[in-house]
């Protein structure tokens, strides 16, 4: 007991000095580690006579428990002898301005897509999807391409394998139609959608992709005309390039639709006023959707009585339009993500 009561008036003395974490370590070892002084007297307990061991582990418990308090208001002695040892070398600068962390933003396309379906949605236009990967009947036969008919060169395409198995074939679908198919098949009249998304064809230069996006429109109701279509699209590119653009139609050829229609927005950048206008290159007419109204095979093809239903479907071309309000000169520029590009738009 008496070597007991000396360690314990030790136990102060040793720790005040203690001025680092190594100081710290071998002052706890001298009373706790595998030679301490406390531990070597623990040890000798078996010693006892067993009327003793409760005193003795009593005060044991003590002399312990003083060792470790007196180590831990060290430690956070050291501690903050540290800390302020820190500062002291490194003043901080509560003047220096704050990193501003990056936002990102959505990529021009994204922007210019919804967009455009807002506006659609705003005219009472639902939004419709289908798979990027469609059957060929969808994209193809139901809308009228005959097996050999030569728009669907134009229309190449990278198809899926199926193994050699018979049946329909698979394909990256080269258009949204796919959507009008899929639309008429599972909703009867009347339709009023839009269908926005990513298509595939073999084409690569400065104004095509291999994969671009399209933004499908389809109305099908009694009684709908070629008028339904022109004013719809008036309306949506106004509102697109601003209220002083005119629009005209021109004849063109679709299998899905007859008759077929281009349809072209006055020049956004000049008005039709410049001969050497970049954008419109002095034709005064930018050209913006395929459309036409829906033919009657195709109303047949998906179960739709043509006698009493008629309807018109345009497409839209996202990357297009993209193009026209940024005035990208290359198509290239949407897709290889070049921050410093993507930024400047
Ligand atoms: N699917 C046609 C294309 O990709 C566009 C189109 C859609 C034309 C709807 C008419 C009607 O070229």
Redesign the pocket.
Same mark, same amino acid.
């Given at each position: 007991m008496e070597a007991l009561d000396a360690i314990e008036r030790e136990v102060d003395g040793a720790f005040a000095p203690v001025r680092d974490e190594h100081e710290l370590r071998a002052t706890h070892a001298r009373f706790l580690g595998k030679e301490g002084s406390l531990t070597l007297i623990m040890r000798r307990m078996p010693e006892l006579a067993p009327a003793e061991k409760k005193t003795f582990g009593q005060a044991v418990n003590r002399v312990k428990t003083a060792v470790e308090s007196a180590s831990e208001a060290a430690e956070v002695r050291v501690k903050q002898a540290a800390l302020a040892r820190e500062l002291d070398r490194e003043p901080t600068d509560v003047t220096m301005p704050g990193r501003r962390p990056r936002v990102g933003r959505q990529h021009p396309l994204h922007r210019v897509l919804y967009d455009v379906t807002d506006i659609f949605v705003s005219m009472g236009f639902d939004v419709a999807e289908g798979p990027e990967s469609d059957w060929e009947t969808n994209n193809f036969e139901r809308l009228g391409f005959p097996a050999d008919h030569p728009a669907l060169d134009m229309q190449d395409t990278f198809f899926l394998h199926n193994e050699g198995r018979p049946g329909p074939r698979a394909l990256l679908r $080269?258009? $949204? &139609?796919t959507v009008q198919i899929r639309e008429l098949l599972s909703h009867p009249p009347p339709v009023m959608i839009v269908a926005p998304g990513t298509v595939f064809r073999c084409d690569d230069d400065a104004t095509h992709s291999p994969m671009f996006a399209?933004i499908?429109g389809l109305v099908v109701d009694e009684g709908i005309s070629l008028a339904h279509l022109r004013g719809t699209l008036a309306t949506f590119a106004q509102r697109l390039f601003g209220k002083d653009v005119t629009t005209r139609m021109r004849g063109s050829y679709?299998p %899905? $639709?007859e008759p &077929?229609v281009e349809l072209d927005a006055s020049c956004s950048l000049c008005g039709g006023r410049d001969p050497h206008c970049r954008l419109c290159k002095g034709s005064g007419w930018l050209e913006v959707a *395929? /459309? *036409?109204m829906v033919d009657p095979v195709v109303l047949s093809n998906c179960g739709i009585d043509p006698e009493k239903y008629t309807g018109f /479907? %345009? *497409?839209l071309g996202i990357d297009r339009l993209a193009m026209i309000r940024y005035q990208v000169p290359s198509i290239e520029l949407l897709y290889s993500n070049d921050e410093r590009f993507l930024r400047s738009l």
């Amino acid at each position: 007991m008496e070597a007991l009561d000396a360690i314990e008036r030790e136990v102060d003395g040793a720790f005040a000095p203690v001025r680092d974490e190594h100081e710290l370590r071998a002052t706890h070892a001298r009373f706790l580690g595998k030679e301490g002084s406390l531990t070597l007297i623990m040890r000798r307990m078996p010693e006892l006579a067993p009327a003793e061991k409760k005193t003795f582990g009593q005060a044991v418990n003590r002399v312990k428990t003083a060792v470790e308090s007196a180590s831990e208001a060290a430690e956070v002695r050291v501690k903050q002898a540290a800390l302020a040892r820190e500062l002291d070398r490194e003043p901080t600068d509560v003047t220096m301005p704050g990193r501003r962390p990056r936002v990102g933003r959505q990529h021009p396309l994204h922007r210019v897509l919804y967009d455009v379906t807002d506006i659609f949605v705003s005219m009472g236009f639902d939004v419709a999807e289908g798979p990027e990967s469609d059957w060929e009947t969808n994209n193809f036969e139901r809308l009228g391409f005959p097996a050999d008919h030569p728009a669907l060169d134009m229309q190449d395409t990278f198809f899926l394998h199926n193994e050699g198995r018979p049946g329909p074939r698979a394909l990256l679908r $080269t258009h $949204t &139609s796919t959507v009008q198919i899929r639309e008429l098949l599972s909703h009867p009249p009347p339709v009023m959608i839009v269908a926005p998304g990513t298509v595939f064809r073999c084409d690569d230069d400065a104004t095509h992709s291999p994969m671009f996006a399209q933004i499908e429109g389809l109305v099908v109701d009694e009684g709908i005309s070629l008028a339904h279509l022109r004013g719809t699209l008036a309306t949506f590119a106004q509102r697109l390039f601003g209220k002083d653009v005119t629009t005209r139609m021109r004849g063109s050829y679709f299998p %899905f $639709t007859e008759p &077929s229609v281009e349809l072209d927005a006055s020049c956004s950048l000049c008005g039709g006023r410049d001969p050497h206008c970049r954008l419109c290159k002095g034709s005064g007419w930018l050209e913006v959707a *395929g /459309a *036409g109204m829906v033919d009657p095979v195709v109303l047949s093809n998906c179960g739709i009585d043509p006698e009493k239903y008629t309807g018109f /479907a %345009f *497409g839209l071309g996202i990357d297009r339009l993209a193009m026209i309000r940024y005035q990208v000169p290359s198509i290239e520029l949407l897709y290889s993500n070049d921050e410093r590009f993507l930024r400047s738009l």
